[in-house]
């Protein structure tokens, strides 16, 4: 997904299984879309035309093939787990915690609800109040200073 406008580009088939996530049985029963973009200048990619084209997409996506619109199967490349603790520090950063996924889910129309747990699994929303809470971020580039804030 193009950052500046939002378009949508297929690189493969549907039923061909692509390399994206970086674990073979997370890729072959997922579908993998990439957002253009550099997570250490999300300013400049993480565009409303892309939020907003992807979650169209994702919408679509999840439609056909029956997939809950939730945290648990809507991930970031930085949610999928390593196949052995070894290349976990070698597995995607992106979309990084400057992807807003309460924006990306209320476009997506699946908004977060805090709900009591009625029986069953429990799941936990963490829900931070992003205008007082600003965590420091390093690593952007080699310097070893914080990063420039971002919204």
């Avoid at 979650?55 to 991930?75: C, E, M, N, S, T």
């Amino acid at each position: 997904l193009r950052s500046s406008d939002g378009h949508v580009a297929q690189h493969l088939r549907t039923k061909d299984v692509g390399w994206h996530a970086g674990n073979w049985f997370v890729n072959a029963k997922s579908v993998g879309l990439e957002h253009e973009g550099f997570l250490a200048d999300p300013d400049a990619w993480y565009t409303e035309a892309m939020y907003r084209s992807s979650a169209r997409l994702v919408r679509y996506l999840a439609g056909k093939y029956d997939i809950p619109l939730d945290r648990q199967h809507i991930l970031g490349h930085d949610n999928v787990p390593g196949v052995v603790p070894s290349l976990i520090p070698g597995m995607h950063t992106d979309p990084g915690p400057y992807w807003d996924w309460a924006h990306y889910f209320r476009l997506l129309g699946a908004p977060f609800h805090a709900e009591p747990s009625r029986g069953g699994p429990h799941a936990v929303t963490i829900l931070p109040e992003y205008a007082e809470h600003q965590p420091l971020y390093t690593g952007c580039d080699d310097s070893g200073d914080p990063c420039a804030p971002h919204g």
